[in-house]
């Protein structure tokens, strides 16, 4: 019986596969640096200046930038609270704009010498340009790190869903939002500094869907030395 229902599940998915309309696909280069550091023994402050590309003409797609306040409410969970600028380009609409607030719940899950387990729980509210209407949305990210030595390098997986929770007339009727999906190294270049790069798979719903491949590079900038992710 399991072997049947394993078999249909199969069939299932080539089947769908098969008959899906066709997905637009992208390539994408995505570049930030992440700072993130204390104020205060119990204020924490984050900053992160995001620029996106993409394979089209022209080839510029988002400019972003993240800042926010942390809290840290025990040793394993922050609450954060936070605003985003973000200026993209649209093919047939020139630049617009989007301005979003958001509250984060980040929490160490596990911590060893085998794996660290991080989970981040954000819920944004967003503002489009020229939209009366807020769109709130939901986003969890799972990462899976893995020390490949003793010098600081890092294996790390991740992926993250983004959910609708309402439908302004400018977000997909769509209660997926997205799928971001990541595999990568963070390599130490410097006491309080790693490199995160490697493959981001996003998975957009829309009319089409879109399958963006991007090439993802992030510096990650602590105010001190860093003995883990």
Request: charged content about 20%; glycine content about 4%; overall charge positive.
């Amino acid at each position: 019986m399991k072997k049947r229902l394993s078999l249909l599940i199969v069939s299932s998915l080539f089947a769908n596969t098969a008959y899906a309309d066709p997905l637009l696909q992208k390539a994408k280069l995505w570049t930030a640096i992440d700072f993130k550091g204390s104020l205060t023994e119990n204020i924490q402050y984050y900053l992160e200046p995001q620029l996106r590309l993409i394979s089209r003409s022209p080839c510029f797609d988002e400019a972003n930038m993240y800042v926010g306040l942390g809290y840290p409410a025990t040793p394993k969970v922050t609450l954060w609270l936070g605003n985003m600028f973000i200026t993209s380009h649209k093919v047939d609409n020139g630049n617009t704009q989007q301005y979003r607030i958001w509250e984060q719940i980040s929490w160490d899950v596990l911590g060893n010498d085998f794996i660290q387990i991080d989970s981040r729980t954000r819920l944004e509210q967003r503002k489009q340009e020229h939209q009366a209407s807020w769109a709130l949305r939901v986003r969890e990210r799972v990462s899976l790190s893995f020390p490949l030595n003793r010098s600081g390098y890092f294996f790390v997986l991740y992926d993250e869903i983004f959910l609708n929770a309402n439908h302004p007339s400018w977000v997909s009727n769509a209660f997926l939002s997205q799928n971001r999906a990541f595999a990568g190294f963070s390599i130490p270049v410097g006491k309080s500094t790693h490199l995160e790069t490697g493959y981001l798979n996003q998975y957009v719903v829309g009319s089409p869907d879109q399958l963006n491949h991007v090439l993802s590079f992030v510096l990650r900038v602590r105010d001190k030395p860093v003995t883990d992710l």
